[in-house]
């Protein structure tokens, strides 16, 4: 397990729960804390996910330790715009991309941020909730009655 | 004047034999060596995480056969999983078991396609036709198993949804008996040709900073001096009770990541072998009756599994939300491979770019998802 006091320590807001760490503000501090200065070296950013809320984007970085073999998630809530963390993992890049292209996310400080999997002239951000699904196949689906 | 040292920009793909699926790279050259590279991937895009939600948890499992469809078993085993831990479903002995046993065998065919296709990029064509051979075999046990040579479909929350029968398991036992001395063969003809030899010694070294740095994961970064295999570290399933070696190797090259492969045969067969064993004298269930997927309604909870596929960690976070998943995200092996390749390829040759990329053993599906 981490050093929760000695988190606590440098950045008194933040939660713990489980393998759950919930921050507010600051998730590079946090993160490369987590990196770098902690006895838990984790070393390895395993993935970025990103859920939406409807009010606001929620990001886990999902990130592992291969030393003590353990996985901790730091969650976030961001709108619009959040930190890149490209200057600490470098496999951060293709995972930004993916969220600035399905979620409209933009993420400062990365300076090759593209979309990745879409066109560059595709309307909207397929993965939101908000993104218009007018298209006639899917209706079947929608049936509540089953 | 003009320039005589400028550098030259070439593409590569997106319709290239040796791209295994569909993938473009944008090269700059000078002369014959790489300057720098650029993967641009997306061509295969289907909207598979958009479409878990609109659909049940049942009506999405058919769906994830198809992210690498090289390894169906182990994207329905990752899903599968995180439906069982957040609707808190028991699973019977006996059909984790024969989960196993497809896995290891599916891992099995992975490698003999990779081995084949790697040798045909490298100009060795007879190679793929043993390798293929073999691999058919494992196809006709599947299909006989499952009715299906590719997409499954044949895992289900709670079990599978056939029981085995005795003469499919007479079948795989006649299977891992041949199977050593053909793996035997592949390694007679390959693993000391000089030629092969010296197209992949010291060829793409992935160094053990670089690929802790570009999160890679499996046979990849086994090869790089990190003995790290999640069936071992955080052991799902059935494989804590299971005997196998991992086998690692330090210097990080295309050769190397050969022979952790070949390794990897060796060691699948003896975990196939302890299965069969196991099944042969198991009367338990294979699937757990009491179970009712289509009207499975799970309450707001997340959950991440951790499976090893045959090109690394892949893993499948479902965010439940009623009686459809909110969101499922997909992590896969391949993905985080493409992204390395350009710092494999700086300073290499062109003549060296299909041999390096060949022995990451990148499938195009599974990185656009």
Redesign the interface.
Known sequence: MINTDLLKEYFPDVLVYDYYIFVEKNIVDVISFLKTKNYVDFDVLSQIIAADCTDFVQLTYRLYSTENNEFLNVVTKVKDEAASVTHLYKSAHFDECEIHDLFGINFVGNEKLERLYMPEDWDGHPLLKSYDQTDERLEWNNDQSL | MTNLFKTMEINVGPQHPSTHGVLRLILELDGEIIKSCKPV??YL?R?I??MAE???YL?YLPIVDRIDYLGGFFNSYAYCDCIEHLAEIDVPDKAKYIRVLCMELNRIASHLLWLGTFMLDLGASSPLFYCFRDRERILHIFEALTGQRMMYNYFTFGGVRFDIPSDIIDKISVFIEDMPECINDYENIITDNPIFVSRCKSKGILTKK?A????ITGPNLRASG?N?DFRK??PYLVYDRLNFDVSSDISGDAFSRYKVRIFELHSSLKIVEQCISFIKNSSDEFLNKSVKPVMLNIDNAEY?S?VESPRG?M?C?V?AGGKNP??V?W?TGS??A??VLPELLINAELADLMAIFGSLDVILPEV??
């Not at chain 2, 802790?212 to 999160?215: G, I, T």
């Open positions: 991937v997306g895009h909207g995480e958009k609109n659909r049940s009506q670089n802790l740095q570009y999160s990190v790290l570290s955080n991440t951790s960690l893993s976070t965010m909110y969101r995200k992590r993905y985080y493409v992204q656009d998802k």
